[in-house]
Every structure is written in structure tokens, then in C-alpha cells.
Nanobody, 123 residues
Framework: QVQLVDSGGGLVQAGGSLRLSCAAS????????MGWFRQAPGKERDFVAA????????HYSTSVEDRFTISRDNARNTVYLQMDSLNPEDTAVYYC????????????????WGQGTQVTVSS
């Protein structure tokens, strides 16, 4: 079992940047593919990005693929989401999740979840 803690959210103006972190404890993060999801009020939890166990392969939703970058540092048991050119539509609670395949995009394909971190983008 692995415990995940999300951090790094906050309030930012449109066009700004934030970097989210997901720190793991309990088991080594390197055995899991990692994903980021987001959920806006009244909406479903949507896939944002994922990264393979080694970090060599990534996968993005079309809405963020030119603006967000997922990365990982297995030695530090941490996954990151660098978010650039943010716009108000990116406002949501962001969650990291651990699973088996980085190509998975459905929330129920990920087993472990962080508690979420709020990202708010003002216009």
C-alpha cells in the first residue's frame, strides 16, 4: 500500500504557472504508473496526465498537452505536474493517483489517491 499527499495548489492569475507535487510513503513509488486528475465543482473527475514507472513515457489529455508537464523523481518518491499558461477553465481540485499502466485514463483504473489540492485561476 502507498499513501499519497498532494500539494502545491493555490490561486494564480490567468497565464501564470503552478507546480503540483505528489509525495508518496509506504511503498516505493517506482513500481506504480502515476496519474493526475482534476475535478471541478459539479463535474466528473477527469484525466489530466500520466507517466510510466520509469518516467520515459507520458500521456496527456488534449486540453493540457501543450501546457502541462508531468515528471517524476523516483529517488525522492515524488511526482510533479508543472502547469503553465493556466486559464480559468483549469480551476479544479487536482488529485494524483497510483496505478499500473500510464495509458489508463479512467479514475477507477487507479488504486491509490492523494487528498487533492485546490487550483484556482482568476481571469
Amino acid at each position: 500500500q502507498v499513501q499519497l499527499v498532494d500539494s502545491g495548489g493555490g490561486l494564480v492569475q490567468a497565464g501564470g504557472s503552478l507546480r503540483l507535487s505528489c509525495a508518496a510513503s509506504g511503498r516505493t513509488l517506482g513500481i506504480y504508473a502515476m496519474g493526475w486528475f482534476r475535478q471541478a465543482p459539479g463535474k466528473e473527475r477527469d484525466f489530466v496526465a500520466a507517466i510510466s514507472q520509469s518516467g520515459r513515457s507520458t500521456h496527456y489529455s488534449t486540453s493540457v498537452e501543450d501546457r502541462f508537464t508531468i515528471s517524476r523523481d523516483n529517488a525522492r518518491n515524488t511526482v510533479y505536474l508543472q502547469m503553465d499558461s493556466l486559464n480559468p477553465e483549469d480551476t479544479a481540485v487536482y488529485y494524483c493517483a497510483a496505478g499500473t499502466r500510464y495509458t489508463n485514463t479512467a479514475p477507477d483504473q487507479y488504486r491509490y489517491w492523494g487528498q487533492g489540492t485546490q487550483v484556482t485561476v482568476s481571469s
